[in-house]
């Protein structure tokens, strides 16, 4: 298994650029979410999904859309970049709501900076 | 919405030392686990540990959720502990909230 995979590592942005963080994880988990990390600081959560078709805000959602057509997949768009979006892009898989059991588990990250 | 406060903020030891990482939460919760983030930048899955005590070789945790507070003990540190370590707790939906973390620095 791959675990969770995501694309690109690296990407510099204009301010007012759109772009797709791509994030996909093949261990059939039902939930998914993405996180941002500033410097210094820990992990914010920003959407997450408990399912294909379900998608919720988390702490964090304001200039990111997302969307779940498929299990595997889960990419984070952002409209219109702004420099205040410059941070490094986790996303996260679990198994689902499995309350014995629902540890989550955290792709390798993409770093964004928007100038 | 619940807190998370993770101490010492840095931690700096020779190569050898023991260590302890302390992380208090301010509700009661589902799940607890403990992340190493590495010089690169890669999160680490060290414990899944809502209660209880758990070891993986060196590292060992505790989880008191009563008491509301977890410890990760780090003994015979090597350079490659050197990182962050980052405390995550949730309360149901498995939305995560971070510590802050603690940065150790592992000197040879």
């Known amino acids: 298994n791959a675990g969770v995979t995501q694309t690109p590592k690296f990407q510099v942005l204009k301010t007012g650029q759109s772009m797709t963080l791509q994030c996909a994880q093949d261990?059939?988990?039902?939930?998914m979410s993405w996180y941002r990390q500033d410097p210094g600081m820990g992990l914010r959560l920003i959407h997450y999904?408990?399912?294909?078709?379900?998608?919720d805000q988390g702490e964090v959602p304001n200039g990111y859309n997302v969307s779940r057509s498929t299990t595997e997949d889960f990419p984070l768009r952002l409209l219109s970049a702004a420099p205040s979006q410059t941070s490094v892009y986790f996303c996260a898989s679990s198994s689902g709501f499995v309350r014995s059991y629902n540890e989550q588990f955290f792709g390798p990250g993409t770093r964004l900076t928007v100038l | 919405g619940i807190q998370v406060e993770q101490s010492p903020p840095d931690l700096i030891l020779q190569e050898g030392a023991n260590s302890t990482l302390r992380c208090n939460f301010s509700?009661?919760?589902?799940?607890l686990q403990w992340f190493h983030q590495n010089p690169w930048g890669q999160l680490i899955n060290l414990f899944y540990?809502?209660?209880g005590t758990k070891q993986n070789g060196r590292l060992s945790a505790t989880t008191v959720a009563t008491e509301r507070y977890s410890l990760l003990y780090i003994s015979s540190s090597q350079t490659t502990d050197s990182g962050v370590y980052f405390c995550?707790?949730?309360?149901?939906?498995?939305?995560?909230?971070f510590g802050q973390g603690t940065r150790l620095t592992i000197n040879p």
């Open positions: 261990m059939n988990h039902e939930y």
């Open positions: 995550a707790v949730d309360q149901g939906a498995q939305k995560l909230v």
């Open positions: 999904s408990v399912g294909a078709g379900i998608t």
């Open positions: 509700d009661s919760v589902n799940n």
């Open positions: 540990i809502p209660s």
